[in-house]
């Protein structure tokens, strides 16, 4: 007997339909499963034959053919034992099922050997998929459930073992559960507050978080870059709905929710170390994942002494820094994962780290060396470049109270609201196309003369020039002013690097 149950699997983020095909004939007991399978997929017959035995199913020895189809795309990961299981009980007719849930939803799940439905990957992306393919729901691992109730329209049924499957596609019947609301907050860990000075460093990073910048601080040991770059996340407004479902999606490829943590309610924040490789801050891989610079997204990448990485992986920031997307081509795929990111670099300014304090001992060809690092194409993506030294003795005893995050936040959400009404909830003015610059970013006739004077001297390049505009734009925001004034521009110029 030939049965078919719909499962899925992917190809990066994105899923595609696949279909168990279940075929029981007399002959030799062989379990053959084809359909181009990694190893993982290889050995479902093996956990499907234990599960179904210790969950009292009694399958006589006979000729079991699985075909998982379309056969010439390389399928991932266990969540088809849990289809295999059915469409052997169906073919096998242990069941009495009901042919229309069995056409009207997919099937994932990986079996433990007790016959527990366990956990896996990707399953928000599956939810999606069966939306979008017209199912009316989807037979998932209780682990999962919170996380596939983020999409709306679907039929969830979360189960726990193989007895409660058969229990729904035999009668219908299902296990409810209450989804636990998630409460999408900001938490404070780190504060603005308990950093004291550095007010233009303050102040370029408000600029940042309100206009989507990248930004890097260049200064002395101790100066409060790492401190400055922790922060960021909280002055970040709250994610939408439409964000912390793509970076769920991400994370869930990845691997990376569990039942404590089935949702990305709080923008991700990725710190990866200098020694991190390619593959790991791109994506790719035997089996395809996202890399540092995807989990980012929606939130911000933290690049602690950035001139310590690779030239390598800072040069395969080019691409994604520009266009929000990572292509990953390789002979046997091409995935894009989404890689939409604050990028939040620090660096020293030379070796021993003291070129901005006057006691240096590094010679110019060491120092040069060392800022080399960071090329010039990379830093032309960098929109703010900010120069930090230690704090004086003054500064340092000063009780001073410094502004909390709170009210920076506050002046941030304020300029990201009038960028979301201008643009739309997708843009902001980091993101903004040619045709929005000249759109939204004019400038009075006096003060593009002005403008020529200013970039003759900086020589810098026309996507720098872009910049320069984006982030006037974005302090007029900050300023709730309609149009860009000279002293936007003249602050926005303050940030980049001569």
Not at 346 to 358: A, D, F, I, V
Request: charged share 30%.
């Amino acid at each position: 007997m030939n049965i078919k149950v719909f499962s899925n699997s992917y190809l990066g983020v994105e899923p595609y339909l696949v279909e168990v095909e279940v075929d029981i004939a007399k002959g030799l007991p062989i379990f053959s499963i084809v359909g181009m399978g990694d190893t993982a997929v290889m050995e479902s017959k093996y956990r499907v034959n234990a599960a179904l035995k210790n969950s009292d199913y009694e399958i006589k020895p006979q000729k079991i053919t699985v075909n998982l189809s379309p056969a010439g795309i390389r399928k991932e990961g266990a969540q088809f034992d849990l289809p295999m299981a059915m469409g052997i009980l169906i073919a096998n007719e242990n069941v009495i099922y009901n042919e229309e849930i069995i056409k009207n939803y997919l099937f994932i799940g990986e079996l433990s050997l007790d016959g527990n439905v366990k956990g896996v990957r990707g399953v928000i992306n599956s939810v999606i998929l069966a939306k979008e393919n017209g199912f009316k729901g989807i037979i998932l691992p209780w682990e999962n459930r919170n996380e596939a109730s983020l999409i709306d329209g679907v039929d969830i049924v979360a189960v726990k073992n193989i007895k409660e499957v058969v229990e729904f596609i035999e009668n219908g019947i299902k296990v409810h559960f209450i989804v636990k609301k998630i409460k999408n907050e900001v938490k404070n860990r780190y504060d603005f507050v308990d950093v004291k000075a550095q007010y233009m460093a303050k102040r370029a990073m408000e600029i940042a978080a309100a206009g989507g910048h990248n930004i890097l601080l260049i200064g002395s040991p101790g100066s409060g870059k790492s401190m400055l770059a922790k922060r960021m996340v909280g002055i970040l407004p709250e994610m939408t709905e439409k964000e912390v479902i793509e970076s769920t999606k991400i994370h869930s490829i990845a691997g990376e929710l569990s039942e404590k943590k089935p949702i990305i309610t709080e923008r991700p924040v990725r710190m990866p170390h200098h020694s991190t490789t390619l593959a790991a801050m791109v994506g790719g891989g035997k089996r395809v994942i996202p890399g540092e610079i995807s989990l980012a997204s929606g939130g911000i990448l933290i690049l602690d002494e950035m001139s310590e990485f690779s030239r390598t992986v800072l040069e395969s920031l080019r691409q994604p820094l520009e266009d929000g997307i990572v292509s990953i081509t390789r002979a046997m795929y091409r995935v894009e994962f989404k890689s939409n990111f604050i990028l939040v670099g620090t660096s020293n300014p030379c070796p021993c780290g003291m070129l901005y304090e006057g006691n240096c001992k590094c010679n110019s060809y060491e120092i040069e060396k060392y800022m080399k690092k960071l090329s010039g194409p990379i830093l032309d993506r960098i929109d703010l470049v900010i120069e930090m030294k230690r704090l004086t003795e003054d500064e340092l005893v000063n009780e001073k109270k410094e502004e909390n995050s709170f009210e920076i936040r506050k002046r941030v959400i304020k300029a990201r609201n009038i960028q979301f009404k201008r643009y739309g909830e997708e843009n902001t003015n980091a993101k903004i196309s040619q045709e929005d610059i000249k759109k939204f970013c004019k400038i009075k006739e006096e003060d593009k003369q002005f403008l020529v004077t200013a970039l003759e001297n900086l020589k810098i390049s026309a996507r720098a020039y872009d910049k320069i505009l984006k982030i006037s734009r974005t302090i007029a925001d900050l300023d709730e002013s309609e149009n860009i004034e000279r002293k936007h521009l003249l602050e926005a110029i303050s940030f980049r690097r001569r």
